[in-house]
């Protein structure tokens, strides 16, 4: 319609969208326009977000944009909603209301604190912060072959809800941590599963040791609750032994074979004993090389037939009975004098070679072993180590007797020594005085003999 002659022409706009128009005017078959000049349709505005705006990770659930200029029914709506880059959906929506609300369905995704962009006709609108997120995920069990390699690489499955869609660029952390404390495992390779999705992750095991493991499960940002569970590695066992021959005063390097120590460096501690458990090890005193070996200094003792048990992450593993350690057989050198009172007061004192610890150190009663010093038929007393040099020295207190020469027969935790023969003798009797010294030739006189 022409508003003046020759000069102005008035056009009523359809509805549509867009922007960057150029105007193309055709009179009497005649057509004109000017680039320059360009007009576009408001841009699309977004006033609220409504429907179900915790979205479930499987998707296809509506949620509603309500604003203006969204353009008539059949308008190409583009919806995208991201995450700081990451977890990017790009959703089907319809305009349903001419200019004012459109209506999209989700995408199966996860993930939360969403930036909406929806564009129409060109010209983008952005929402940040969106209402929109996924629901949380949550864990219901968590299925695995237990236990576990301490050498990783076994597969398990967290089962729950909203763990997400089967997708190369969702990335679910999975960690567990002993409720004995240290530093949490990571789980390699954890997807979504494909059948069923959404209700399970398949995960691999970390090379790790330990018991009564606490999951957690982050997808997309959002952590499920911790699930506590009695998954564990493995305990360590014991195959064989080297250095079955132990040196008394200690310091012998032992080497373990066997399986599940962990990897180098993990934690380690040791008993030996009888049973395997009697006597602790002090700190530090062992470490593991490998997965299948471990060493320890073994501490002074006596003693035969010990068993080991390692303990590694609040599990042990004990040597079977016929894998068993022995301390040294002890060796006699020389004995300090041989001769003893027939009263019991003598004390013998002799040297030798691994006699085992000072008779104070704890090793003793926790090893259950004890001193035996015997000559004929009579057994020595109070018999202790007192000194730990090369040779060491022991001393034990004569029994009240008389007679010998006496091969002195010591016996040290079940082990009778060798080396030097060393012999024992009381006394010879002497005879000092004798009173009285005239007697009745009848008899009957009681005489006395000093010596």
């Known amino acids: 319609m022409f508003a003046a002659a020759h000069t102005t022409i008035v056009c009523t706009t359809v509805a549509g969208v867009g922007a ?3 105007w193309i005017l055709t009179v009497a078959s005649r057509t004109v326009s000017n680039p320059a000049l360009k007009t576009s349709y408001i841009a699309p505005s977004i006033s609220d977000i409504t429907g179900i705006t915790a979205l479930s990770t499987a998707g296809n659930q509506a949620f509603t944009l309500t604003g203006a200029n969204f353009g008539p029914s059949g308008t190409l709506a583009e919806v995208v909603y991201s995450s700081g880059g990451r ?14 609300q459109i209506t999209c369905l989700s995408a199966a995704g996860v993930g939360t ?5 929806l564009t129409i006709g060109g010209q983008p609108v952005v929402v940040t912060p969106s209402p929109l997120r996924y629901v949380a995920p949550t864990v219901s069990d968590v299925t695995m072959a237990s236990p576990i390699s301490t050498l990783g690489g076994t597969m398990f499955t967290i089962i729950g809800a909203n763990l997400g869609p089967k ?9 567990y941590t002993s409720t004995s404390g240290g530093a949490p495992y990571t789980a390699t390779n954890c997807t979504g599963s494909a059948s069923p999705p959404h209700t399970q992750l398949i995960c691999t095991s970390a090379v790790g040791v330990g018991k009564n493991f606490v999951f957690r499960v982050t997808v997309g940002g959002q952590t499920a609750p911790d699930l506590g569970t009695v998954h564990r590695y493995a305990a360590p066992s014991i195959s064989t032994i080297t250095a079955t021959r132990l040196a ?3 310091g012998t390097l032992v080497t373990f074979t066997g399986a599940s120590f962990g990897p180098a460096g ?8 009888p049973l395997g458990t009697e006597h602790a090890l002090a700190a ?4 593991v090389q490998s997965d299948g070996s471990a060493r320890c200094i073994a501490p002074a003792g006596v003693g035969t037939n010990h068993r080991w048990t390692l303990y590694v992450a609040q599990q042990q593993g004990t040597s079977p009975v016929s894998v068993t350690t022995s301390y040294a057989v002890p060796t006699l050198d020389t004995l300090t004098s041989s001769l003893m009172t027939t009263d019991g007061t003598t004390l013998i004192k002799f040297t030798g070679r691994d006699f085992g610890p000072l008779s104070l150190d704890s090793s003793w009663s926790n090893l259950g072993v004890s001193i035996s010093v015997s000559y004929g038929t009579y057994t020595a007393t109070g018999c202790v180590v007192t000194g730990l040099g090369n040779p060491q020295m022991m001393e034990c207190s004569s029994a009240v007797g008389m007679g010998g020469p006496f091969p002195l027969v010591v016996v040290i935790g079940g082990q009778t020594a060798t080396g030097q023969s060393l012999v024992v003798d009381y006394f010879q009797p002497t005879i000092s005085t004798i009173l009285p010294t005239s007697y009745v030739t009848n008899g009957g006189t009681v005489v006395t003999l000093t010596g």
Do not use: E, Q, R
């Open 167 to 175: 997708d190369a660029l969702i990335c679910p952390i999975v960690t």
């Open 20 to 22: 960057n128009f150029v």
């Open 87 to 100: 977890n990017k959906y790009n959703v089907s929506c319809t305009v349903t209301t001419p200019h004012s």
């Open 266 to 273: 993990t934690p380690i501690t040791a008993t030996m004993g």
């Open 248 to 250: 008394a005063l200690g």
């Open 113 to 117: 604190g969403f930036s909406l962009t």
């Open 284 to 287: 530090g005193a062992c470490w």
